[in-house]
């Protein structure tokens, strides 16, 4: 129709589940990023040590048997391989779940790998003159030299979640 603006229609899945792009410049909301390239390391790590117990079992049991005296015995250091992908699964876990880096409206909040409820570090927009950002790492720059501010290690991050940062990060800065 004449007068109208031509929005597109949303989709069937768009319609089904509520899905649709969200803007990361929005300084209103928080936006989380998560370790999620280390998770990926730990999960990686985790199905290793479950084939070496499940393979070393197999191999046991097909050069053995279960009727063997030895295998009885010796089948329980098949299950040593498990007690490290446990811890390994939650270190995966944790990864995933828990914040690395948070934009709030208040500023910058940086949580470390170890007691992160402790070490909370949070820097505040007002607090950040300028930034640079690489694919390793984040310097927040507290002075217009750039001589002082916060480095922070990129490393954990998925390659997708460096550009939303970076997105995030101009539009609130060019904000304040």
Not at 92 to 107: D, E, F, S
Request: some cysteine; charged content about 15%; hydrophobic content about 45%.
């Amino acid at each position: 129709m004449p007068g109208q603006a031509d929005t597109p229609s949303p989709t069937f899945f768009e319609r089904f589940f509520g899905l649709s792009p969200k803007s990361v410049a929005e300084s209103h909301k928080e936006l989380r990023f998560t370790r999620t390239r280390q998770a990926s390391q730990f999960f990686i790590l985790t199905a290793f040590l479950l084939m070496l117990g499940t393979g070393s079992f197999v191999a046991l049991f097909a050069s053995w048997g279960p009727d063997d005296a030895d295998f009885h015995y010796y089948a329980w250091f098949c299950l040593l391989p498990l007690i490290p992908s446990y811890f390994s699964l939650r270190l995966a876990i944790h990864c995933v779940r828990h914040a690395y880096i948070l934009l709030t409206p208040m500023g910058v909040e940086v949580f470390p790998f170890f007691k992160p409820e402790k070490n909370l570090q949070i820097i505040f927009w007002q607090e950040i003159d300028s930034f640079d950002i690489t694919a390793a790492e984040l310097t927040l720059h507290s002075s217009p030299e750039k001589t002082s501010g916060t480095v922070l290690t990129l490393k954990p991050l998925a390659a997708a979640q460096i550009s939303l940062l970076r997105k995030a990060i101009e539009a609130r800065t060019t904000s304040n």
